[in-house]
């Protein structure tokens, strides 16, 4: 896209004129970075002409949020010098603000709406789970120290960092046939290295059973919901994911994302890299790297993937862009352990943004408050949107 193209769709936006293909370009124009001066100049002019209706208090806070998750995020990712964060956070100002065919000089001046004030806040997910044993007992992780905490077939159960990790020594046949289940209920997220050395994150209202050991030609494991897999190489004997008891996914040595929830209309597998096999009652293929598979029934294959996109919780943030309000929903529920409800006749229309998963729901409400929809908070856990009168 050549500068005068992007300055275009940026009036355009400004303007709110902006079709919805036009808005997909200019959202993706704007992660790559490429015009970080331009988006800073805009959003400034914005700023300073009064066309969002910002007082000087309002621009404060909403800057200011948005360097916040920029510092949350710094873990899992590189380091900015002081410029550089700037123009992300003026790049993310314009980003956050964008959704469908919605204006966004609507905003009320600087004050949080009086129905937000009274309600309390909710914190968002963390690290945390329940490892069900193969005798059925349960142990919580969130509030276990470091250290052994199980022991069987051999096999020694260790968490570390809130971690879990299976150290074995000589390999015992029982083990093979002990299941255990790591479940994260809504607002939990973990992570855990197979007895094969395999390392899987886990995101929120998923769960993953595995043996105690692996055995036998082939290392399965059942999933649901949705996980990250980096599996550890081993020709001898392929890795497979049973998807919700219908799709199988079948690896050697690779890294992949399978999203999967129950009610979706279709699971996606995207791949990283490496090569894996799907099938799906009669449907087969076979993903390389950057592509993703659709799967309900009928597998599709959408080459060149929005790999960030799909892999974002995974690295702390909510990546919503070209994500349609339902989505959005379904997502916030699971994190924030919260009911949303919102209009029908909005929720197929695309959001974009991409936003630290560490902050919590009335900081994510107040980022989103220039949408051209109201985000509320009700007593309850109650997200409620809405279309903006």
């Known amino acids: 896209m050549d500068e005068i ?9 400004r303007k709110n004129e902006i079709s919805a293909g036009e808005l997909s370009e200019l959202t993706a124009a704007v992660n790559t970075g490429v015009y970080d001066e331009s988006v800073k100049a805009s959003v400034q002019a914005s700023l300073e002409s009064g066309e969002q209706q910002w007082d000087k208090t309002r621009q404060q806070v909403v800057f200011g949020e948005i360097l916040r998750q920029i510092e949350a995020e710094a873990p899992v990712k590189r380091i900015m010098p002081e410029k550089r964060r700037w123009l992300a956070a003026a790049a993310a100002v314009l980003v956050i603000l964008t959704i469908g065919w919605y204006t966004v000089n609507r905003l009320k001046t600087g004050q949080v709406r009086e129905n937000q004030v009274a309600v309390q806040d909710v914190a968002a997910g963390r690290s945390g789970a329940v490892l069900m044993l193969a005798n059925g007992s349960k142990i919580v992780l969130d509030t276990a120290g470091n250290g052994t905490v199980a022991s069987q077939a051999g096999v020694d159960i260790v968490l570390n960092n809130g971690a879990l990790a299976y150290e074995h020594g000589a390999l015992d046949e029982a083990g093979a046939e002990a299941l255990n289940t790591v479940l994260t209920p809504r607002g939990r997220q973990f992570s855990i290295v197979l007895p094969d050395g395999s390392k899987v994150w886990i995101n929120a209202e998923s769960s993953l059973r595995f043996p105690v050991q692996f055995s036998g030609k082939e290392r399965q494991v059942q999933l649901t919901g949705e996980a990250y897999f980096e599996v550890a190489e081993n020709a001898s004997q392929p890795f497979k994911v049973l998807v919700n008891n219908k799709t199988e996914v079948l690896v050697l040595g690779t890294s992949f994302n399978i999203n999967a929830y129950a009610g979706q209309p279709r699971a ?19 993903l390389v790297p950057g592509q993703e598979a659709s799967i309900a029934g009928d597998i599709t294959v959408v080459d060149n993937a929005d790999i960030n996109k799909a892999i974002a919780w995974k690295n702390g943030a909510f990546d919503f862009n070209n994500t349609t309000i339902e989505e959005l929903a379904a997502q916030l529920e699971r994190w924030y ?7 029908q006749h909005i929720s197929q229309i695309p959001f974009g943004g991409k936003i630290s998963r560490k902050v919590s729901l009335k900081t994510l409400v107040r980022l989103m408050d220039g949408t051209g929809l109201d985000f509320r908070l009700a007593e309850g856990r109650k997200l409620i949107i809405t279309e903006r009168k």
């Open 5 to 13: 193209y992007f300055q275009s769709l940026l009036d355009k936006y």
């Open 337 to 343: 352990d919260i009911e949303v409800t919102y209009d």
């Open 268 to 286: 996606k597998a995207t791949l990283i890299t490496g090569k894996v096999n799907i099938r799906s009652g009669k449907a087969a293929a076979v």
